[in-house]
């Protein structure tokens, strides 16, 4: 035998029995962008490395050790997307989608970070993600948190803490970040390597560090709170009371930041108790920047992000109700005359009852056999087809959820009485 090829580590196969959380989360999420007009963009898995090093930023964790990179056969220099922000960017710039206009957008898709894979940490994860183009908020900036607090409630999920913050703008961070550096350098030898080597490069993602020697040192720091102009502390104010005014609670972190310069004002982030080390399932913020800086007109943007394995692990941790997935019957038949006549029968039912999921037995055996895998399949019905039925036009349906009795009808019959033996679960889904 020849050596078997396993998948690549940490780059999971979402197999069939994931499938009803995945499908559920889909849906939900779908419907909730939906309600708030938002309209699905789809956008490539790759895009030029520069793309990422201007939209993300050189100095991130993202672009200096995690992205997928590789020359392609012309020689260019590509990159698997870490995210999908620096696409969405690219994309409305290019197809002038942003010039004096608005824009509502949201994808869903793989993404890919050369991370340590671990519990909730993959190298291939998903993520749902939104922008809104053209709007300068904070009304936009509120409205994304009521999305995303929607979606987690529209999901049954429950606990999760929301921590918001505010970055002022490039100029107010300039100054902070001198306050920050003028601090931390005065504390050097209590930095990490790795917040030594941040420390003339980007000070303020030291303030991002999960270590927890330096957690007094950092809580200790200058807060850029205190270097606001007065715009930006307005539009603060009202991010808070917009949430407020939604019911929706949520605790101030000065802590929780962006280190680039296009991020500008709002950050916010979602946080669980239920999922270990792997805290964040959700995180957004404001980057009035960023287009520009990736060649479009000063465009104001914000938008989030949330993880879709972390949301799903969320939703299988407290068991939040899924959507059936399963068939709704499953159609034995033994006899050379019934099995003869069966596709043409499947179909038939397929035709009347369009919501149908009929999965029929393939590959012979006993009814016994047979029965077995039905009920195995979930399927709430079990469809009997032998010679008897086939000769004179009928079809026995038994149910396999409950002691309700087996039942004979005929053929012309029988969409009537399985769309009304499965009542709501034909047309939910
Ligand atoms: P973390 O601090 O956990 O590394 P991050 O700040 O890198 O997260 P973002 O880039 O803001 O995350 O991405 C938004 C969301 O995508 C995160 O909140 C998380 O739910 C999810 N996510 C990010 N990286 C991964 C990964 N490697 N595996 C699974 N989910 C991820
Ligand atoms: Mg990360």
């Known amino acids: 035998m020849s050596q078997r090829i396993q998948s690549i580590r940490g780059m999971h ?4 029995s994931e499938n009803a959380l995945w499908r559920t989360l ?3 999420a779908e419907a909730v962008f939906a309600a708030y007009g938002y309209e699905q963009i789809r956008l490539p898995i790759m895009e030029r490395t520069a793309l990422f090093e201007r939209g993300v930023g050189e100095v991130t964790d993202i672009v200096e050790k995690e992205l997928y990179t590789f020359e392609d056969r012309g020689g260019e220099l590509m990159s698997l997307r870490p995210e999908g922000t620096a696409g969405a960017v690219r994309a409305g710039i290019q197809h002038g989608m942003l010039h004096n206009a608005t824009q509502r957008l949201w994808y869903v898709g793989p993404m890919f970070r050369y991370e340590r ?4 940490r993959q190298r291939q994860f998903h993520q749902f993600g939104i922008e809104a183009f053209g709007l300068t908020g904070p009304d936009v900036d509120v409205e994304q948190i009521a ?3 929607r979606l987690f409630k529209n999901l049954g999920i429950t606990g999760l803490r929301l921590e918001i913050n505010t970055l002022g703008t490039p100029e107010e961070r300039a100054t902070y970040r001198d306050a920050l550096h003028a601090y931390f350098s005065a504390h050097f030898d209590q930095l990490d390597a790795d917040s030594q080597h941040r420390l003339d490069r980007n000070p303020l993602r030291i303030l991002d560090s999960k270590n927890p020697d330096m957690r007094e040192l950092i809580a200790a720091a200058p807060s850029l709170t205190d270097y606001l102009g007065a715009e930006s502390a307005a539009h603060f104010k009202g991010l808070c009371e917009g949430i407020e005014a939604l019911g929706i609670d949520y605790t101030i972190n000065p802590r929780l930041v962006r280190g680039l310069d296009y991020y500008t004002r709002t ?3 979602w946080l669980t108790d239920d999922l270990g080390a792997q805290n964040a399932v959700c995180s957004g913020g404001r980057f009035d920047g960023l287009v520009a800086e990736l060649g479009g007109s000063a465009t104001p943007a914000t938008g989030f992000a949330m993880g879709v394995e972390r949301v799903a692990a969320l939703m299988e941790a407290q068991g939040v109700a899924l959507d059936d997935m399963a068939p709704h019957a499953y159609l034995v038949h033994t006899g050379d005359q019934a099995s003869a006549k069966v596709p043409a029968m ?5 035709d009347a009852l369009p919501g149908l999921r009929l999965r029929v037995h393939a590959g012979g055996g006993s009814f016994k056999s047979q029965f077995k895998k039905a009920d195995r399949s979930g399927a709430r019905l079990a469809l009997v087809f032998g010679d008897d039925e086939a000769a004179d036009d009928t079809l026995q349906i038994k149910p396999l959820t409950d002691d309700r009795d087996q039942e004979r009808v005929s053929l012309a019959a029988a969409p009537e009485r399985i769309a009304a033996l499965l009542g709501d679960a034909l047309n939910h889904r």
């Open 117 to 120: 894979p671990q519990k909730g």
């Open 267 to 269: 950050v916010f982030e």
């Open 346 to 350: 499947a179909e038939s039912l397929r």
């Open 13 to 16: 196969d979402v197999l069939p």
């Open 147 to 149: 999305m995303s607090a």
């Open 26 to 28: 889909e849906r939900t």
